[in-house]
Nanobody, 117 residues
Framework: QVQLVESGGGLVQPGGSLRLSCAASGSIFGVYTMAWYRQAPGKQRELVAA???????NYADSVKGRLTISRDNAKNTVYLQMNSLKPEDTAVYYCNAARPLYYEDYWGQGTQVTVSS
């Protein structure tokens, strides 16, 4: 079992920055692919960014060049640095830990990000 707790959300003006954190506990953090998803009101949950155990990353086209995912295995934490935020980035952001070959898939409770002037 993996428990995930997100933090760092809030209200920010367009063009501003936030850093989300996701602290994991309960298992061997380093073996999991970690990801951030988001869900805006009335929309489906979508993948924002992911980082594998080997630190390969991929991003949604809409966030490339503005958002950066990273992980610190010593701290069991994954981060999402969010720069040049836009109103369309407004959503609940969820942390995910997965090992599909082992049918493992865990979610945090989500943290609200609101981009508005």
């Amino acid at each position: 079992q993996v428990q995930l707790v997100e933090s760092g959300g809030g209200l920010v003006q367009p063009g501003g920055s936030l850093r989300l954190s996701c602290a994991a506990s309960g298992s061997i953090f380093g073996v999991y692919t970690m990801a951030w998803y988001r869900q805006a009101p009335g929309k489906q949950r979508e993948l924002v960014a992911a980082i594998t155990s080997g630190r390969s990353t991929n991003y949604a086209d809409s966030v490339k060049g503005r958002l950066t995912i990273s992980r610190d295995n010593a701290k069991n934490t994954v981060y999402l640095q969010m720069n040049s935020l836009k109103p369309e980035d407004t959503a609940v952001y969820y942390c995910n830990a997965a090992r599909p070959l082992y049918y493992e898939d865990y979610w945090g409770q989500g943290t609200q990000v609101t981009v508005s002037s």
